[in-house]
């Protein structure tokens, strides 16, 4: 069976530090691959997706990237965290071509 | 573009009370439609989906149908439990290979016991 994790599960930072949350998948090959933002009382924003190894779609500009270097893992990072970065960060996979996305445990990023 | 409006919350009900949620959506083609839920603390589980017009999703008590004549999925339960406390997540699918979901804002459910 397909499982997906995420790492750290909690990260406290200062602001201005930099940020590297990790997800992979095990259990699938080439999966679509996705990170979402959840702020607090706020609905899922989707910040980026993957179809293939190095292989990113941005969905929103702002100060984070994205990074494919493995097909089950997917990488979000930033160079300098800003305050409103803080939020709940959830990878998500689907398999190819079908619609259906699977979502991991998430990581909660208070930025201070 | 592709939309999804859920209705406001917070709700909040007596255990074994009957649940409706209403859901409605604006889309170009015939996308799939999906409830997800997240319990505090935790990622979203997929409860239900429906992949075409008159299709009846249903999981855990669950059920939603797709209306493509009112352009909703409004999902319902006949007798809510306290475990069914949660936030829930209308979302439609973009008919892409990119497999995108748009989202709903997410409504909180509340059980009283």
């Known amino acids: 069976s397909q499982t997906i994790h995420q790492w750290p599960a909690t990260l406290v930072q200062p602001v201005g530090s930099p940020?590297?949350?990790?997800?992979?998948?095990?259990?699938?090959?080439?999966?679509?691959?996705?990170?979402y933002r959840q702020a607090a009382g706020r609905g899922l924003q989707l910040l980026f997706y993957s179809v293939g190894i190095g292989q990113i779609s941005s969905e929103v500009p702002q100060n984070l990237s994205a990074s494919r270097p493995q097909d089950r893992q997917f990488i979000l990072s930033s160079k300098k965290l800003l305050l409103s970065d803080s939020g709940f960060y959830l990878c998500a996979w689907s398999v190819r071509r079908e619609d259906t996305q699977y979502f991991g445990p998430g990581t909660r990023l208070t930025v201070l | 573009?592709?939309?999804?409006?859920?209705?406001?919350?917070?709700?909040?009900?007596?255990?074994?009370?009957?649940?409706?949620?209403?859901?409605?959506?604006?889309?170009?083609?015939?996308p799939s439609?999906?409830?997800?839920?997240?319990?505090?603390?935790?990622?979203?589980?997929?409860?239900?989906?429906?992949?075409?017009?008159?299709?009846?999703?249903?999981?855990?008590?669950?059920e939603a149908t797709y209306r493509k004549e009112t352009t909703s999925f409004h999902l319902e339960k006949g007798s809510v439990q306290v475990s069914?406390?949660?936030?829930?997540?209308?979302?439609?699918?973009?008919?892409?290979?990119?497999?995108?979901?748009?989202?709903?804002?997410?409504?909180?459910?509340?059980?009283r016991p």
């Open chain 1, 19 to 35: 940020l590297s949350l990790e997800c992979t998948v095990e259990g699938t090959s080439n999966p679509n691959l996705y990170w």
């Open chain 2, 1 to 30: 573009g592709n939309s999804v409006t859920q209705m406001e919350g917070p709700v909040t009900l007596s255990e074994e009370a009957f649940l409706t949620i209403n859901c409605t959506y604006t889309a170009t083609g015939y």
């Open chain 2, 33 to 62: 439609l999906f409830w997800y839920v997240q319990y505090p603390g935790e990622g979203l589980q997929l409860l239900l989906k429906a992949t075409k017009a008159d299709d009846k999703g249903s999981n855990k008590g669950f």
């Open chain 2, 84 to 111: 069914d406390s949660a936030v829930y997540f209308c979302a439609l699918s973009d008919t892409g290979a990119n497999s995108k979901l748009t989202f709903g804002k997410g409504i909180t459910l509340s059980v």
